[in-house]
Structures are given as structure tokens and as C-alpha cells.
């Protein structure tokens, strides 16, 4: 059901009393009101398309692409079968209480933005400036690295042109986010339950080939993991390098709250959503970089250097004997990179569009806010594409040179998305608190990570962010390797800072009544008093931090609507053992 410029635009605050007000409560105007001097800057604004059918299967394998299929292959010729197992089980534990707390502000606030919303709602509105923009270009970049990792893919058959594909690519994942949400979203679907399916294969065939099942027909077992140089290759270098692999590898997971504001009954979708992440982490990723790590050896020919990216599934497949099962296998890595580029499209769309429509200030170009008839942010969407043509480069630099850097630069902003993460849950928590707000009306808490979530969360993802980097200072130092681990970092604090220096926040003229003394004279006392109507200015450092105090609690929470419950009940009926197990598992 879609929903009406008035009921999907962002809400804020003024103000301004109506005349026979007399409550002194705040009002709430929509935001098209309050830009009403420019011209129609929306057109409807966005359209709630995506279905719960669509959205759980998002949640689900929406995100697994090139990072699984690709990087753990990368991560396995770094670090070796040790370290990619222990570094994604504990960024796979990151992630999901991440997810748990980010769960917690988009079933309350289902708003465009997401995150970035919350960064700016509840923790600072210069830091949430500079995440959104950062993350709309993670975003751009990430369509950038899957177009460039099809080439990867691609040389399995094939080196002659490998541009050509991505070009291709490129211009299908335009064409159908140009359309209706519900384009994207039933693409997704189906790419989605096809890298659930393959993954499924792929554990059962893995296991078969570990117990002998292989070319050699000879049992594998644990004999990778005691070749020369593993388990840990590279020592704590290369350990700390698969950090940021990891980190691209579940990157995406966080921009399912993006998808809140285009969630049909969000308030019963996104729980859901979330919980099922859990699953995801340990049936797709875990399971299957411990049977990649059991039988493909670290130092595989072509498993990754300065041109080329094999991916380890494939390599179970042709282990397994078969040619054909191995070309196969390669078609899906394909369509996944396909529905990752489709995906990361998707939500930086979203996410230029939620910039440009903040109020009272836009953070972005108005332009951008601009829909279709069909709900969709075009101009957004041609801005966030056409930072894909940094895959040419490829023809230069080397295509898995070039996917390497890609990779450690969405990696580490992937790890500062987190960190806004659990800074808003952070602030959101205390603020519900000292407002005297119960707990029981949020619609949904993960209880068991009150009250160190967001802690535990801000804590380990910092100590990632410093450490991932250790490998392009020791023993020798590489400035590209060095500048793709950190230049986030300082492109966070700058565009920070613009922010301040914009809004004036570094002077605070503030009125000061003249001499108006409260102590008795005495010999310090001026014999000429100053004007009591003067003002001076205080020049003084002002902090943006928002105060808990006075955040609005009430704003964008989403009322459930009639027709989505009718609609969940039907639903429940047709299918109401499905739902029961679905409930169980979740």
C-alpha cells in the first residue's frame, strides 16, 4: 500500500503555536511546509512497496555477495584458515548485536536515513553530516567493487574485455532501480533465495569433499590447517588484515534499516528482519569459511594476487571433479555479485535522498529529493551510480589491485556505520530513560543487551578500526595499503567540521547584562558601571552533542495501521504452521 507524500515524508518540529493554543505544546508541521519558498521539491516522496515476503528474504542473503563468495578467498591467502575463522566469528558477533540495536530505533522510527537519521537525532547532528555522506559514498563504492569483481569472475572463462560486463551490469542495475521499489524488491528475492540455495549446495558438497569424496579420493580432514605457514599465515599482520575483509564481507547488514521506511507494518517486519540475522552469520558465513578453510589450502594457485581473485567455492567444486558443477557455481558468484551491486545501489539511493530531504536544512541538494511517479529518487540514483566508472580503472591498475583497495575502503566504513550505530543506541537508550519513558512501549527491545550493547559495541569496533591497519606499517610501510585502511578516518573529521564551521557552531554570541553586581562594593569595584542594556560576545567552544533532555521521543514513531494487521492475521491463517516454526526459529 503506498502512502502519500504527507504520511511517508520525515516530520519535524517547530515551534510555532496556533493562536488558540494555549497548552504550550510543541506542534508538529510536515516538512514540505516548511520548504514551501522552493518549488515542489518532492513528488510524492517514497512509496512503502517492499513486502514482508521480500524484506525477510533481504534480511536473510540480500547482502552476501562478492564479501563471501570473493573475499574469503582474499582472507584466506592473508591470514590462512585460522585467523579467517576467528576474525569472522567475532565480526559476525559484532554485527549482530549491532543489528539488534539498530532493530530497536527503525521499528520505533521507521524513517529514510536510517542510521544516519538516528546519528543526527539522538547523538550529533555535524557527526551525523559527516556519516551520511560517508556512508552514501561506502555505498557508491560498494557498486563500484561488486562491477569490478565481476571482471574477477568473469576470468574463470575468460580475460578478453572484461570491462564489457561490468558496463552491462551497470546499466541493468540503473534500469531497474529507475523503476518501482517493488522492482528492486522482487529482483532481490529471487537473487537472494538463489545464493541460499547455492550455499546450501555448496555445505553439502563441501563436506562430502572434506570426508573423500574428491578428485584424489582421499580424506581431507584437518590437513590444510598443518601445511607449511598455517594455520595463522602472515602472524599478527596478517591476522589483523582479515578484520577488514570481514567487515566487507557482512557489510550491507546495517542498511536493512534503510529499507524500514519502504517496509510495509515495519513495526512487525523489522523484528523479524533482524532476528534472522543471527542465523544468517552462522549457517552462511561461519559454516561455510570452515569448510573452505578445511579444504582449500592457503596458498592455492591464483587465490588472490595483484590481477586475479579465484573464489574459494568455485575451487570446492572443482575439487569435487566436476567442470561443469565448478562453471555453475561461477554463474551464481555472478548473479550475486549482481544482487550485492543492486543492493548497495539500492541503499545509497536511499540514503542521498534521505540527505536532501533532513530539515529544516537539507544536507544535501534538493534536487535529490526529487521522486518520480513511481517513488523512486532518480537523481539520487544517477548520482550514486556514476561513481561506478572507478571500475575502468581496472584496465590500469590491475582488477584485483584494484578490488583489494575497494575492498579495505568500504571494509572500514562499514566499521564506522557500526560505530554510529551503537553511539545513537547509546544516547536513544538514555534518552527513553531520563524522559521517564517505560520500556514496554517500545515495539521492540532486545532486552538481553541492555544495558552494554551499544558499549561493547563502540568499544570492539574502534579496537578493529586501529588494529586492521597493522600490516601496512610493520614491517615495512606501504602508503596505498595504509591510505585504503585509513582515509576514512580523517575524511570523517573534515566533512565533520564543515559541518561546525557552517552552522557557526565555534562562536556562541551570547547576551550579557551589564554591570549588575550581586556582591557588595569593595576596592575592585569600577567607579564608571557599565551600561546595563550592553552585549558582549563569548567567543567559546559549542558542542552540537544532543542533549538528552530535550529529544523529541515522539516524533516519526510509526502507528500501526488497520489494514496491516488484517492483512498479517490473513496471512498467518493461510500459512499458520509455517509461521509457527518461522516464530520458533527467529
Known amino acids: 500500500m503506498s502512502r502519500s507524500a504527507s504520511s511517508s515524508s520525515p516530520r519535524i518540529k517547530s515551534s510555532a503555536k496556533s493562536p488558540g493554543d494555549s497548552s504550550g505544546r510543541e506542534q508538529h508541521v510536515n516538512i514540505n511546509d516548511a520548504e514551501a519558498p522552493f518549488p515542489q521539491?518532492?513528488?510524492?516522496?517514497?512509496?512503502?512497496?517492499?513486502?514482508?515476503?521480500?524484506?525477510?528474504m533481504i534480511a536473510i542473503a540480500g547482502t552476501i555477495g562478492t564479501g563471501l563468495f570473493l573475499g574469503t578467498g582474499r582472507s584466506l591467502a592473508q591470514g590462512g584458515p585460522a585467523s579467517i575463522l576467528i576474525c569472522y566469528g567475532i565480526v559476525g558477533f559484532i554485527v549482530y548485536v549491532t543489528l539488534l540495536l539498530l532493530g530497536e530505533m527503525a521499528t520505533q522510527y521507521p524513517v529514510a536515513g536510517s542510521f544516519n537519521a538516528y546519528a543526527t537525532r539522538f547523538f550529533s547532528p555535524s557527526y551525523g553530516f559527516a556519516l551520511s555522506w560517508n556512508y552514501w559514498f561506502n555505498d557508491a563504492v560498494s557498486v563500484a567493487s561488486d562491477l569490478t569483481a565481476a571482471q574477477l569472475v568473469l576470468q574463470f572463462w575468460t580475460t578478453s574485455y572484461p570491462w564489457v560486463v561490468s558496463l552491462l551490469f551497470w546499466v541493468f542495475l540503473v534500469s531497474v532501480n529507475a523503476s518501482h521499489v517493488k522492482a528492486y524488491g522482487e529482483l532481490e528475492y529471487w537473487l537472494s533465495?538463489?545464493?541460499?540455495?547455492?550455499?546450501?549446495?555448496?555445505?553439502?558438497?563441501?563436506?562430502?569433499v572434506n570426508i573423500g569424496v574428491n578428485e584424489s579420493h582421499t580424506y581431507i580432514g584437518t590437513r590444510n590447517w598443518y601445511i607449511p605457514g598455517a594455520p595463522f599465515v602472515g602472524g599478527f599482520g596478517g591476522f589483523a588484515k582479515v578484520?577488514?575483509?570481514?567487515?566487507?564481507?557482512?557489510?550491507?547488514?546495517?542498511?536493512?534499516?534503510?529499507?524500514?521506511?519502504?517496509?510495509?507494518?515495519?513495526?512487525?517486519?523489522?523484528?523479524?528482519?533482524?532476528?534472522?540475522?543471527?542465523?544468517?552469520?552462522?549457517?552462511?558465513?561461519?559454516?561455510?569459511?570452515?569448510?573452505?578453510?578445511?579444504?582449500?589450502?592457503?596458498?592455492?594457485?591464483?587465490?588472490?594476487?595483484?590481477?586475479?581473485?579465484?573464489?574459494?567455492?568455485?575451487?570446492?567444486?572443482?575439487?569435487?571433479?566436476?567442470?561443469?558443477?565448478?562453471s555453475f557455481m561461477n554463474t551464481v558468484i555472478l548473479t550475486s555479485v549482481l544482487s550485492a551491486g543492486n543492493h548497495a545501489l539500492f541503499a545509497g539511493?536511499?540514503?542521498?535522498?534521505?540527505?536532501?530531504?533532513?530539515g529544516p536544512v537539507p544536507h544535501a541538494p534538493r534536487i535529490f529529493s526529487r521522486t518520480t511517479r513511481a517513488g523512486v529518487p532518480l537523481y539520487a540514483l544517477l548520482a550514486t551510480s556514476s561513481i561506478s566508472v572507478l571500475c575502468l580503472s581496472s584496465s590500469y591498475i590491475g582488477s584485483g589491485q584494484l578490488w583489494g583497495w575497494l575492498q579495505n575502503?568500504?571494509?572500514?566504513s562499514n566499521q564506522i556505520a557500526w560505530l554510529s550505530i551503537?553511539?545513537?543506541?547509546?544516547?536513544?537508550?538514555?534518552?527513553?530513560?531520563r524522559q521517564g519513558?517505560?520500556?514496554?512501549?517500545?515495539?521492540?527491545?532486545?532486552?538481553?543487551?541492555?544495558?552494554?550493547?551499544?558499549?561493547?559495541?563502540?568499544?570492539?569496533?574502534?579496537?578493529?578500526?586501529?588494529?586492521?591497519?597493522?600490516s601496512s606499517i610493520i614491517p615495512t610501510f606501504s602508503p596505498v595499503d595504509f591510505v585504503s585502511y585509513y582515509i576514512e578516518i580523517p575524511i570523517m573529521v573534515v566533512m565533520g567540521l564543515c559541518w561546525v564551521l557552517a552552522k557557526n557552531t565555534f562562536i556562541d554570541t551570547t547576551p550579557v547584562p551589564g554591570n549588575t553586581p550581586l556582591d557588595p562594593p569593595n576596592e575592585m569595584t569600577s567607579l564608571i558601571p557599565y551600561d546595563t542594556g550592553t552585549r558582549e560576545a563569548r567567543h567559546k567552544w559549542t558542542s552540537d552533542i544532543v542533549d538528552i533532555r530535550t529529544i523529541d521521543l515522539y516524533s516519526d514513531e510509526y502507528a500501526d495501521e488497520p489494514l496491516d494487521e488484517v492483512n498479517d492475521e490473513t496471512r498467518r491463517k493461510r500459512?499458520?504452521?509455517?509461521?509457527?516454526?518461522?516464530?520458533?526459529l527467529a
Open 41 to 56: 521539491p518532492v513528488r510524492g516522496g517514497l512509496h512503502r512497496g517492499l513486502s514482508a515476503r521480500q524484506v525477510q
Open 193 to 208: 533465495f538463489l545464493k541460499v540455495a547455492t550455499i546450501v549446495i555448496f555445505i553439502i558438497v563441501g563436506i562430502l
Open 243 to 326: 578484520f577488514v575483509t570481514a567487515s566487507f564481507a557482512y557489510g550491507g547488514t546495517e542498511s536493512l534499516g534503510i529499507t524500514a521506511g519502504e517496509t510495509k507494518n515495519p513495526s512487525q517486519n523489522m523484528p523479524k528482519v533482524v532476528k534472522f540475522v543471527f542465523w544468517r552469520i552462522l549457517l552462511f558465513y561461519i559454516l561455510s569459511i570452515l569448510l573452505i578453510g578445511l579444504n582449500v589450502p592457503w596458498d592455492y594457485p591464483n587465490l588472490s594476487n595483484k590481477t586475479t581473485t579465484t573464489s574459494p567455492f568455485t575451487i570446492v567444486f572443482t575439487l569435487a571433479g566436476s567442470t561443469v558443477a565448478a
Open 349 to 358: 539511493t536511499r540514503v542521498l535522498y534521505g540527505l536532501s530531504v533532513v
Open 409 to 412: 575502503i568500504v571494509g572500514v
Open 422 to 433: 551503537g553511539l545513537a543506541s547509546w544516547r536513544f537508550r538514555k534518552a527513553w530513560i
Open 437 to 470: 519513558r517505560s520500556l514496554d512501549e517500545m515495539k521492540f527491545r532486545a532486552s538481553w543487551t541492555w544495558p552494554w550493547g551499544p558499549y561493547f559495541v563502540i568499544i570492539t569496533v574502534i579496537a578493529l578500526i586501529l588494529i586492521q591497519g597493522w
Open 575 to 584: 500459512f499458520r504452521l509455517f509461521w509457527r516454526l518461522y516464530d520458533m
